[in-house]
């Protein structure tokens, strides 16, 4: 499963070279950082698509996921 998302970030970041503001990419590849337990990457992306988007939900609650990741409780319940 892991090679899935290892696969996942990497045709994500294929993508994102192409066009580095695509917000579903970066979305998704914040989901996929996620699921490796990469908070920190995965915050980046989902600050990135929140500048653009700052109402899109996927990428709040992702960004929530990844504060908690990064035992930054005190964030995340400013999220949540």
């Known amino acids: 499963m892991l090679n899935n998302f290892t696969a996942a970030i ?3 970041s294929r993508g994102i070279k192409l066009e580095p ?8 590849r914040a989901e996929a950082y ?3 337990n990469q908070f920190g990457k995965a915050l980046s992306d989902v600050e990135i698509v929140l500048k653009y988007e700052n109402d899109h939900l996927k ?5 929530g996921k990844a ?3 990064l035992q930054r409780y005190q964030d995340a319940i400013t999220i949540f």
């Open 67 to 69: 504060l908690c990741g």
């Open 21 to 28: 503001h695509h917000v579903p990419l970066l979305s998704n």
């Open 59 to 63: 990428a709040t609650f992702r960004k």
């Open 10 to 12: 990497d045709e994500y």
């Open 34 to 36: 996620l699921r490796l």
